[in-house]
């Protein structure tokens, strides 16, 4: 059965950094991806990730935010640095066996977590 677990939200202030962990067991996975979806909004591809490290940001938060994996933890990471109060969202981690570029898209992946929330204060 598989399992994906996110970790690591919480409150911070603007200008602050929080590190988000997923946990993938179950399966063998070679695309990820964080998601983010704020009330009333769309889910939203924020940084992917393929089995042999490209990765791919989007605009939004690219230069703030750095996708990782340990591949021996089976575990995917989130830095985000110099959060913004418009990155508070609940963030969701998906994985999907298939591998091809690093993949933003949310049709894309069928193992999701339930998500963590990342709340940033101005």
């Known amino acids: 059965q598989v399992q994906v677990v996110e970790s690591g939200g919480g409150s911070v202030q603007a200008g602050g950094s929080l590190r988000l962990s997923c946990a993938v067991s179950g399966g063998t996975f070679s695309t990820y991806c964080w998601f983010r979806q704020a009330p009333g909004k769309k889910r939203e591809g924020v940084a992917g990730?393929?089995?042999?490290?490209?990765?791919e940001y989007a605009d939004t938060v690219m230069g703030r935010f750095t996708i990782s994996k340990d591949s021996t933890k089976a575990t995917l990471y989130l830095q985000m640095n110099s959060l913004k109060p418009e990155d508070t969202a609940t963030y969701y981690c998906?994985?999907?066996?298939?591998?091809?570029?690093?993949?933003?898209?949310?049709?894309?992946?069928?193992?999701w977590g339930q998500g963590t929330q990342v709340t940033v204060s101005s």
């Open positions: 990730i393929v089995s042999d490290s490209r990765t």
């Open positions: 998906a994985a999907n066996p298939g591998y091809g570029r690093p993949n933003l898209l949310e049709s894309f992946y069928n193992n």
